[in-house]
């Protein structure tokens, strides 16, 4: 008896409870919504890949939302189609949805539910197996760290602690897909470190985007970026690409002494790979020193140090700001 | 149906625990109580055994009660969002409306299953048509299944719980009265439409003991009317 007993639990051990789909690409192809005469989305494409963090970036009204429920399935686009692990919103969404866990803005909750009857109906909601939705429940209180909350109302809670508990039921059925839209607003700093480090954790293995306007966030969690504006994509790239695009020649902060600032000033200008020099504050002897396309100055101008016999006390190479690259798209 | 299920679970609950549920049942119980047993033309008044009298006040006290259960249904999950996360759950609309329409159903029958005592109670008084009685139930279970579905129809249009209820009892008040008063006042076929849109002429043919496949088609139209109205009122989230 007791032998029949192990070998059923070797065998329930190693057999595979569910079978699970590792890959669920996103693909936006070529969706337009509109409300009213406004088009909210205009002719968007883009993909996902399986183990990616996508950052949705873009001005309030870009579109970011709207592009997320259809995702979701909350709204139909008007026109283009949208795939999930290849299956469609049009033809199934039912099916689409069983794959996605979605966060939505200001996150929405039942305030008059319990945290785990919440959670418990989420699960059964999504089909989760009745035998396991316990152990999941376990488990996402113990990542969301929901322990010291579980057996209070959601209306009890701070609104730090509603946040976890709508990315726990965006996480219960342990989707492949994640959306959230703008997870951190209203988390103190503490809390936003804590989600972040959640979300590039979540990242590694599934599917997700995000949406924020806070631009260090994206920045912090995501592989890569999506700027959108008036429902057009207008940058896309991991953060490096995106400076890289936007920045184009390198610019030095400088500050030189020992020497007259005019003379400093014209063998500055003097060196070939230099476009440009301005003065920042003549009186402490601070430059910009703007190289040309592909060049780099920096070395040009230590060995002119060194030959006139000035020091250099000060020398910041500028880069470009991931707000200004925001600006710089989405303004026009 | 799983989903069905688990939807109409959650807003039972949501029901129970807010004390509505109580009040409802309770202030039902009073009303009809009272009415059937203590004031007016009341069940020793009339001098049979029968519980015409209890159907007949409790039509009028669903009529009422039933809007302030349904109201919040849709409307108050529009307007905190929770509608987009139930939606974007693999459910559909029709799912979720079936869902909310069984559970507060499933209220009302509580509620009226609580007023078997009376039935008893009329029972040991005299001989009773136990047939008249069960299809006096059912005719209640029907109208109010009617109601609910209106009122559904009324909280998904708008996200204001207090205009959801006013038009339900607007809409109600068609069924209830109006179109049997037009009735009274019009000859003909104009007549008998109105007539057999009047939701009282079916209640009290059903709570006479008539079942009538007429009647059933009537109550089951107005339900179906109902939902497949909230239903397209959800999904023109889609086209506007």
Known sequence: MLKRKSAAFIFYKFVPRYQKMFYMDIVVDRVTKTYGIQKAVDDLSFSVKTGEVLGFLG????????????????????????????????????????????????????????????????????????????ERIAEMVRICGLKGEKHKKIRELSK????????????????????????????????????????????????VILSSHILAEVEATCDRILIISKGKIVANGTPDQLRKQAQGNEVLNIRI????????FETLQAIPSVALVDFINAEENKFQVQSNVDGQSARAIFDLCVKNNWYISELIPIETKLEDIFREVTMN | MKQIWIITKRELRAIFDSLMAYIMIVAFLGFSGFFTWLYGGDIFYVGQASLQ???????????????????????????????????????????ILWGKFLAVLLLIVVALALTLPYYITVWKLGPIDNGAVWSGYLGLILMSSAYISIGIFSSSITNNQI??????????????????????????????????????????????????????????????????????????????
């Open chain 1, 257 to 264: 002494e020992g020497g007259d600032r005019n003379q400093i």
């Open chain 1, 59 to 134: 001005p309030n009204g870009a579109g970011k939302s709207t592009t997320m429920k259809a995702i979701t399935c909350f709204l139909n686009p008007n026109e283009g189609d949208i795939k999930v692990g290849g299956v469609s919103i049009r033809e199934n969404p039912n099916e689409v949805k069983k794959h996605i866990g979605y966060l939505p803005e200001n996150n929405p909750l039942y305030l008059d539910m319990g945290v785990i009857d919440y959670l418990q109906f989420s699960a059964e909601l999504q089909g989760v197996h009745p035998g396991r939705i316990p």
């Open chain 2, 53 to 95: 009298t209890f159907f007949q006040i409790a039509y009028w006290t669903l009529f009422f009660f039933i809007p302030a259960l349904t109201m919040k249904q849709i409307a108050e999950e529009k307007k905190t969002g929770t509608l987009e996360i139930l939606l974007t759950k693999p459910v559909t609309d029709w799912q």
């Open chain 2, 163 to 240: 205009v959801a209820f006013l038009l339900s009892l607007l809409i109600g008040i068609f069924f209830h009265i109006i179109f049997g008063a037009l009735a009274g006042s019009m000859t003909g076929t104009l007549g008998s439409v109105f007539n057999y849109l009047s939701l009282s002429t079916h209640f009290e043919s059903i709570s006479r003991g008539v079942i009538d496949s007429k009647d059933l088609i009537y109550f089951l139209s107005i339900i179906f009317l109902g939902l497949i109205g909230s239903e397209a009122i959800l999904a023109k989230r889609n086209t506007n």
């Open chain 1, 160 to 207: 730090g602690y509603r946040q976890r508990v709508g990315l726990a039921q965006a996480l219960i059925h342990d989707p492949e897909v994640l959306i959230m839209d703008e997870p951190t607003t209203g988390l103190d700093p503490n809390q936003i470190v804590e989600i972040r480090e959640l979300i590039r954790k979540i990242g590694r293995e599934k599917t």
